[in-house]
């Protein structure tokens, strides 16, 4: 097949490929960006007993009730508790425990005053003050109740939900399988960064683009580096990943040169899904499956490679792992700039969106890198569109940002 719209490019893939069911337990320290497999459930309140919020004496508050500056209220300090500690015994009426941040409050008081706000001579606590029963009181399941649902399935678990599990006492989570991702660049052209530049070649940046976006969408790719301009030489390394990877992710050699070599690995390796996707930039890409791995070639230019990446790969990646949150999002804004270019064909362009507001750079070429910083959106360019002007309503792709 070749020459299919986007949508039903991305169709066919995500019917070629089969959302993770594998579970496993981790350590909670190092489940930063998994996928919770099942629901997790308070099975007690957090906090988990009555406690002070400060550094102070605890007692009945109604014992104060009538006393003031002139007629202050007395208590007798009958003990000490610091936090972590446990006064396992009910304090009786006239005496009060010093307490501290932290502290369990004990049976028979229901108040905490601050230690600057009180005297003490000996075991002797001066109050000149009434206060309010469950004055700096903090109660028990305060923060979290028993029952409460923590994060429910399917959850990928930012510091703040490893956070108030570990506040309930889990140590371990049951996660989604990570999925296996694997990443190359194809180029007899390409040098890797801190090697020198030598006349006719350029530096590899799609792989480090690609890799380091996977990255951020919570992925852990293996990086496979650059292969040969070589049908066989480039086979005989993807196909060393089939069936030990969900995607092999592939940029350049899908055109119509000389050294478009992914046309003959893929008939050496698998079987072609498609060819071609009727959008610019980044048409030529190619898909194919190779067992139960599903391989994606795109562009080498490295804007066309990366829109291709966002509008192609992510869909499959967000329905592998069971994370819709890093789907592009569908909205419209309006233009600040002109846009005067005629597409006869469907077109994405690169933008800044802001506030139901999209701004265009200078330079839109799909070989152009700089212009692609801070861009966060795609206009949707329809086919047959002629020159846009700036103040007009178009269709706009939202990029999935770490927050």
Request: glycine content about 10%; charged content about 20%; proline content about 6%.
């Amino acid at each position: 097949m070749q020459d299919l719209s986007l949508e039903k490019a991305v169709d066919l893939l995500l019917a070629h490929c089969q959302r993770v069911t594998a579970v496993e337990e981790v350590p909670l320290i190092s489940a930063l960006g998994r996928i919770l497999a099942e629901d997790y459930i308070a099975a007690f309140d957090n906090p988990p007993f009555d406690r002070s919020p400060l550094d102070g004496y605890t007692f009945a508050a109604e014992e104060t009730a009538g006393h003031g500056a002139d007629k202050p209220a007395q208590f007798k300090i009958i003990g000490e508790e610091c936090a972590g500690d446990f006064f396992d015994q009910p304090v009786p009426a006239g005496c009060a425990l010093r307490i501290m941040t932290g502290g369990a409050i004990p049976k028979g008081c229901n108040c905490v005053v601050r230690q600057e706000d009180v005297t003490v001579d000996g075991d002797t606590l001066t109050v000149p003050f009434s206060l309010e029963p469950y004055t700096n009181f903090c109660y028990a399941g305060e923060d979290i109740k028993q029952g409460t649902k923590l994060a429910k399935k399917g959850t990928k678990l930012t510091a703040a939900h490893i956070g108030v599990l570990a506040s309930m006492g889990f140590a371990t989570v049951r996660v989604l399988g990570n999925v296996r991702i694997a990443i190359a660049s194809t180029g007899d052209e390409l040098l890797q960064p801190g090697q020198p530049l030598a006349p006719g070649k350029i530096y590899n940046s799609n792989l480090y683009l690609l890799a380091s976006r996977l990255q951020e969408l919570g992925f852990a790719p293996e990086v496979v580096g650059i292969l040969p301009d070589d049908v066989e030489a480039a086979a005989k390394v993807i196909q060393g990943y089939r069936d030990r990877v969900d995607v092999f992710l592939t940029t350049g050699g899908v055109s119509v040169g000389k050294k478009d070599i992914m046309h003959g690995v893929v008939e050496n390796v698998g079987k072609r899904l498609f060819w071609r996707v009727s959008m610019k930039p980044g048409g030529p890409a190619l898909a194919y499956t190779m067992g139960e791995t599903l391989g994606i070639a795109l562009s080498g230019n490295p804007f066309a490679a990366y829109a291709t990446f966002e509008l192609l790969a992510v869909p499959v990646l967000s329905h592998i792992s069971g994370n819709d949150k890093i789907l592009p999002q569908r909205t419209q804004a309006v233009l600040t700039d002109d846009f005067p270019k005629e597409s006869k064909g469907r077109r994405f362009i690169r933008g800044y969106y802001e506030n139901g507001k999209v701004r265009l750079p200078e330079q839109h070429a799909s070989g152009s890198l700089f212009s692609m910083v801070g861009c966060n959106a795609f206009v949707d360019i329809p086919a047959g569109t002629g020159k846009l002007a700036k103040e007009t309503e178009v269709d706009i792709v939202r990029l999935y940002r770490v927050k």
